[in-house]
């Protein structure tokens, strides 16, 4: 079974950093997208920032020039590294992948979320 381990969640202060680790495991064929959604109390879930195979970026308006989504391709691994990290920022942080397993079968799985709290 495809498997996605985060790392990296923590607390830290108002213009801080944090870098988050996200490592996909499995039989699996092909990572076409790794990516990092982000959830908020009474908020919706949100897309932060994407990275496709070939390393093309989609990042949410207020997180850019602040992080930077990275890829490391033969290992399935996807990073965020989070600087001038602001209140707002607050939120779990989950992985997430659209992989073709062995099957050719497309699918999206997620991981089980990291906890970043940003003081002010």
């Known amino acids: 079974q495809v498997q996605l381990v985060e790392s990296g969640g923590g607390l830290v202060q108002a213009g801080g950093s944090l870098r988050l680790s996200c490592a996909v495991s499995g039989r699996i064929f092909r990572v076409n997208v790794m990516g990092w959604y982000r959830q908020a109390p009474g908020k919706q879930r949100e897309l932060v920032a994407t990275?496709?195979?070939?390393?093309?970026?989609n990042y949410r308006d207020s997180v850019k020039g602040r992080f930077t989504i990275s890829r490391d391709n033969p290992k399935s691994t996807v990073f965020l590294q989070m600087n001038s990290l602001k209140p707002e920022d607050t939120a779990v942080y989950y992985c997430?992948?659209?992989?073709?397993?062995?099957?050719?079968?497309?699918?999206?799985?997620w991981g089980k979320g990291t906890l970043v709290t940003v003081s002010s």
């Open positions: 990275i496709t195979s070939g390393g093309f970026t």
């Open positions: 997430y992948s659209r992989i073709v397993d062995v099957s050719t079968n497309a699918v999206d799985y």
